[in-house]
């Protein structure tokens, strides 16, 4: 019987390794308009996001946006939209993905809080559904659909 990484391999995906967090995150690098981050995988946030501190970082196109962020203890936050970013995680990109923009403070506060890594963003349900995602979460891997 072939694995569950043999099988996608031949089903044309791309692995990438995934690190669990002190705080039980999966951490993961990503490039976004060709500049290298740490994000967490969070398959329970609609959109992926970048805090504001890394627009001119990425060379983010930022728009403001009536919408208001909510999620990790916080809500009502004012968000502003980039769009139109090219986004690489492992071997597979997309050249079309829209970020949400807002305060990631209070996320990178409990991260340090617990001994992790501060993040760039947060990679969201939004890219795990262009990209066809699946998780091995025994073997700490993301199969990405190429």
Known sequence: METLQEFL?????AKVKLHLTKTNHFEIKASINGKRGLFILDTGASSSCVGFEGIERFKLKAEDSIIKAAGAGA??????MAKKNKI???KWSNNKILLVLFNLTHVNTAL????????DGIIGADILKKAKAIIDY?????????
């Open 138 to 146: 025994q073997k700490k891997y993301l199969y990405l659909k190429l």
């Open 112 to 119: 340090i809080n617990h001994n992790s890594k501060p993040v």
């Open 88 to 90: 690489k995680i492992g």
């Open 9 to 13: 391999l031949e089903k044309g995906y």
């Open 75 to 80: 809500i009502n936050m004012d968000t502003k």
